[in-house]
């Protein structure tokens, strides 16, 4: 197994350190633009493989994806955070070059990969990755609903005094503050329903609380978060390449699947060797479908940016 993950910032080597830990591949490849930094970052990790006794092998490059070449899984996290007075459509175009032209270069070394795309807005570049690749809709998942779910338990279980591990919670709908959409009726404690636990005010805390979960990070950090995102995709991607067939929330093009179309927006899906195999009808109600309109309508606005 041949992982390569692109982006070795925050995100990209955080997620690449928790997938050698893992040993998910006997081979990881980390690349970047910046000279030098996917090569220091991954000659680092490689020398904590005796420390914490692994075997995985990562190596680094600077842009040459030829060492990426015959790569059974990607993971795209390359692209710039919005920086003060840049527009929203600003930052979709820069991120939108990048995703593209990563997509491409990756496709041509490694035509058979599943793609998983972290890169923001990223509901919209992973429409932008399947519309510009070509590949079949299985092979092309978002990751957001994995970390907006980690952030929900997390909240549930500060609320509760319970181990988060306990917790059954799911995230669906776009990854961004105002169009996610934690889904409290169907949030579980050991098989009970939260609501047994928390009143509704305390519950819509929690719902609030894990929405605006990123920007909390990142107003007391001063910068996006890095160690929950790597692990979320580090996560989906072994159950891609152990094929567990694990429930995750993923932003996946939907053809009609809960009410919406041509559109990658968060549902739950089985995840497993040849991508998501099947999306999970978790029979929403009025209230929860129609959140999950809105979400769709706002994350359809930003796509139109792209003009694909
Ligand atoms: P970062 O700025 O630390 O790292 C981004 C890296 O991408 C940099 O090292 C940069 O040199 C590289 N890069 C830029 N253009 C490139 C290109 N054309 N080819 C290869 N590498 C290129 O950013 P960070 O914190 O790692 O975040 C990465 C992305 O992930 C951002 O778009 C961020 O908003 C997003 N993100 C998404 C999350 C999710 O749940 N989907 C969660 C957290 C962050």
């Known amino acids: 197994m041949k992982i390569t993950v692109v982006g070795a910032g925050a995100v990209g080597a955080t997620c690449a350190d928790n997938i050698v830990r893992r040993e998910l591949a006997e081979e990881v490849v980390l690349l970047d633009i910046k000279e030098g930094l996917a090569e220091g970052k991954s000659l680092d990790m490689f ?3 005796t420390l914490l006794d692994y075997d995985s092998r990562i190596v680094g490059s600077t842009n040459d994806y030829s060492k ?5 899984v990607v993971v795209i996290t390359s692209g710039i955070p919005r920086k003060p007075g840049m527009t929203r459509e600003e930052l979709i175009g820069i991120n939108a070059g990048i995703v593209k032209t990563v997509t491409e270069n990756l496709l041509a070394h490694s035509p058979d ?6 890169s923001n807005p990223m509901d919209t570049m992973t429409y932008l990755a399947l519309k510009a690749s070509g ?10 609903g994995i970390l907006d779910s980690a952030r929900f338990k997390t909240y549930l279980s500060l609320a509760m005094n319970v181990p988060p591990s306990d ?4 995230v669906i709908g776009g990854h961004g503050d105002t169009t996610m959409i934690p889904l409290t009726r169907l949030a579980t404690y050991s098989g009970t329903p939260v609501a047994q636990y928390l009143d509704a005010e305390a519950l819509k805390k929690v719902a609030a ?10 107003n007391l950090i001063g ?14 991607v072994e159950s891609i390449v152990r094929n567990q067939k694990r429930v995750f929330p993923c932003c996946v093009y ?3 699947e809960y009410g919406q179309s041509d559109i990658c927006l968060g549902v739950p899906v089985v995840i497993g060797r040849n991508g998501w195999e099947k999306i999970v009808d978790f029979e929403l109600n009025a209230d929860e479908q129609a959140a999950f309109n809105k979400s769709a309508d706002a994350v359809r606005n930003m796509n139109s940016v792209l003009g694909t």
């Open 113 to 118: 990969a599943i793609i998983v795309v972290i």
């Open 209 to 218: 609380d894990t929405m605006v979960g990123g920007a909390t990070l990142t």
């Open 135 to 144: 590949l079949p809709k299985n092979r092309i998942i978002g990751m957001g």
């Open 68 to 72: 990426t070449a015959g790569s059974d």
């Open 223 to 236: 910068t996006s978060a890095w160690y929950a995102p790597g692990a979320a995709g580090a996560l989906l």
């Open 167 to 170: 917790l059954q919670a799911t």
């Open 254 to 256: 939907l053809e009609g």
């Open 47 to 49: 020398q904590t493989a």
